[in-house]
């Protein structure tokens, strides 16, 4: 199993949190500077690449949610064991209706890559489901 410096760990997982902090924003451009410049996203909205279509991608996306939508990481858990650092989180989404909240929740799966600046999201694959997802691996981040 790889080892991360503790440092690192936290870095990544505030990169992880800080990308559903910036789609409550709906801070595209923000987001997309999150991701290494050949980054991808996956997920219900299609597969894109490339930071201007991730930006032009979640800024549709974000355009058709309500207005005070709230994205929030859950449960985020890195897994070093692989060749490149991996965060599984669930993704909650709080979507003002008239009638009061609806809770929306998905699965994301995000790599990062170091680059010479930072830490970088290299791919995020966003699985909106109400089964149980994939069984995270815990206690993963080695100091």
């Known amino acids: ?25 709906r801070d595209a451009a923000g987001y997309a500077e999150l991701f290494t410049e050949d980054g991808v996203m996956k997920g219900d909205m299609g597969d894109v690449s490339g930071r201007d279509a991730l930006a ?8 058709n949610e309500p207005p005070g939508t709230l994205h929030l990481t859950c449960n985020a858990v890195v897994d070093v064991s692989a060749s490149t650092p991996t965060v599984t989180s669930i993704l909650v989404m709080l979507r003002p209706e008239p009638a009061g909240v609806e809770i929306q929740a998905a699965y994301v799966v995000q790599q990062f890559l170091r680059t010479p600046e ?7 694959q966003i699985t909106k489901t109400l089964t149980p997802g994939p069984e995270p691996k815990h206690g993963s981040v080695k100091s």
């Open 56 to 63: 032009e991608t979640v800024a549709r996306v974000w355009g």
């Open 1 to 25: 199993m790889s080892r991360l410096a503790p440092a690192d760990a936290l870095a990544i997982l505030q990169l992880a949190t800080e990308a559903d902090s910036r789609a409550t924003r």
């Open 118 to 124: 930072s830490w970088k999201i290299s791919s995020r």
